[in-house]
C-alpha cells in the first residue's frame, strides 16, 4: 500500500486499496506487522518485547487468572487485592498501546493520514450517518 499511494488516481480507488490492505494487515500477526514496520526503517526491536510480554499478559488473563484467583475471589480483601493488580495491568497495557500509537502515527502521517484528515473523514461519516453525537 505504501508504494501504491501514488498511483491512485480517485479517492474512490484509494479508498477501496486502503481498506483490502487494512483487512490483509487484521489477518496477519504482530510479529509480520512488526516486520513491514521495521522494512519501513521504524526500529521495533524494543516495542517487539513489549508486545511479546503483553501477549503473555493478555493470554494469562484470558486463559488462567480467574483460576489461579478462586481463592481470592471468596474474599473482600482478596477481590481488593485483584482490583488493584487489574488497574496494574491495564496501566501496562496502555503504556504499551500508546508506544505503539506512537510508531503508527508517525507512518500514518508520513503516508499523508494527518490528524485533520481524521477529523474531516470523522465528520463526513458523522454526517452520512446523521449521528448525534
Known amino acids: 500500500m505504501p508504494n501504491a499511494v501514488a498511483a491512485f488516481t480517485t479517492?474512490?480507488?484509494w479508498v477501496h486499496n486502503f481498506d483490502e490492505f487494512i483487512g490483509r494487515a487484521l489477518s496477519k500477526t504482530m510479529g509480520q506487522l512488526l516486520?513491514?514496520?521495521q522494512k519501513?526503517?521504524?526500529p521495533c526491536d524494543?516495542?517487539?518485547?513489549?508486545?511479546?510480554?503483553a501477549l503473555k499478559k493478555r493470554n494469562w488473563l484470558a486463559h488462567c487468572y480467574f483460576p489461579e484467583r478462586?481463592?481470592?475471589f471468596m474474599n473482600e480483601q482478596g477481590r481488593l487485592e485483584m482490583i488493584s493488580e487489574l488497574e496494574i495491568t491495564h496501566a501496562y497495557f496502555?503504556?504499551?498501546k500508546d508506544k505503539v500509537n506512537r510508531i503508527t502515527?508517525?507512518?500514518s502521517v508520513k503516508y499523508g493520514l494527518t490528524d485533520e484528515v481524521l477529523e474531516k473523514m470523522m465528520t463526513q461519516i458523522l454526517t452520512r450517518t446523521k449521528a448525534d453525537i
Do not use: F, P, Y
Open 11 to 13: 479517492r474512490k480507488e
Open 35 to 37: 516486520g513491514k514496520l
Open 40 to 42: 519501513l526503517g521504524i
Open 46 to 53: 524494543k516495542l517487539s518485547k513489549d508486545l511479546e510480554t
Open 70 to 72: 478462586a481463592l481470592e
Open 94 to 96: 496502555r503504556q504499551i
Open 105 to 107: 502515527d508517525e507512518v
